[in-house]
């Protein structure tokens, strides 16, 4: 049982530089999120997935697309990547979202620089 | 908007001591609240996850408490160990999502 796993550990872009981050659990959760965590301004939600089939955005989801590719998958792009992205990037899952236990488990992250 | 806010940002404690974080919150309306550690350059791992019914959780020499009046919880250390030495983050649940503090910087020395 893995957990939730993150790949890659790291990356290095040139801006304007596309890439996917790609997210799985192993949990049969059904929500699904991607946080981004720099200094001074905490972990925030960019977009999330409630369940399979659905996705919204969360506070800061300008600049990224989202993929809820199944119920165990969900990955994060980059179109066209920007200094401004430089960050630590988290996948999170949860049973379930809105009221319930939801307790949401990490992954381990993926750090990414753009220069 | 939720706000979330860790109050201190830094504790330095010397081994066994009991010691509390603190946690506030402005909006009391949350379904839960979820305290976290994260080590270095690490993932997230979750602590206690305390519901909007509840008053408190436990876990080993772990405990949390919720005052949704009050927007405030608290996360309470016992005999505290170098191994704590960690960022402890809080987060409320509201709306549909998690918000977060800054977190506190623990170390424990031995």
């Known amino acids: 049982n893995a957990g939730v796993t993150q790949t890659p550990k790291f990356q290095v872009l040139k801006t304007g530089q596309s890439m996917t981050l790609q997210c799985a659990q192993d949990?049969?959760?059904?929500?699904m999120y991607w946080y981004r965590q720099d200094p001074g301004m905490g972990l925030r939600l960019i977009y999330y997935s409630a369940s399979e089939g659905t996705t919204d955005k969360g506070e800061v989801p300008n600049g990224y697309n989202v993929s809820r590719l199944n119920k165990r998958e969900f990955s994060l792009r980059l179109e066209s990547a920007a200094p401004s992205q430089t960050s630590v990037y988290f996948c999170a899952s949860s049973e379930a979202g809105g009221q319930g236990s939801n307790e949401q488990f990490f992954g381990p992250g993926t750090r990414l620089t753009v220069l | 908007k939720q706000e979330v806010t860790q109050i201190p940002a830094a504790l330095s404690v010397p081994e066994g001591e009991n010691l509390v974080l603190n946690c506030s919150f402005t909006d009391s309306a949350i379904y839960n609240l979820q305290w976290f550690r994260q080590d270095p350059g690490k993932g997230l791992t979750s602590l206690l996850l305390i519901q909007s019914s509840q008053r408190e959780q436990t876990s080993g020499r772990l405990n949390a408490s919720l005052d949704k009046s009050s927007g405030r919880s608290t996360l309470y250390i016992a005999a505290s160990q170098p191994g704590d030495s960690a960022t402890y983050l809080c987060?409320?649940?509201?709306?549909?999502?998690?918000?977060f503090g800054e977190g506190t910087q623990l170390t424990v020395n031995p």
């Open positions: 949990m049969n959760h059904n929500s």
């Open positions: 987060a409320a649940y509201s709306g549909s999502r998690l918000t």
